[in-house]
C-alpha cells in the first residue's frame, strides 16, 4: 500500500500504477469501463503513445483518454475518491 510514487526522467516506457480500483458503467446495451493510472509525480510530464499490450489505443473503438487537470483533480466521472 505504501509504495514510492514514479518520478519519470527522460523518455521512457512506462506502465503506470493503478490510481483506484477500475469500476464499469451501463448505458443501454453499452457498458463503459473506467480505470485511473498515476503517472507520477511531476506536472509538466508529456504522455504519448499508449498502448494495450502492443496494440495502439487508437486501434480500439469507443477509447476516450481522459486527463487530470493542472490542480490534480480526476474528471467528474470519477466523483470523490473518498465518498462511500
Known sequence: VFAPMPL??????FVPDAGGNPFTE?????QYLYQV???????????????????PIGNYQGVEVMHAGQDGRLPPVFAN????
Open 8 to 13: 519519470v526522467i527522460g523518455q521512457r516506457r
Open 26 to 30: 451501463f448505458a443501454g446495451q453499452d
Open 37 to 55: 493510472y498515476h503517472f507520477g509525480l511531476q506536472p509538466d510530464l508529456q504522455l504519448s503513445d499508449f498502448r494495450i499490450g502492443d496494440t
Open 81 to 84: 475518491v473518498n465518498t462511500e
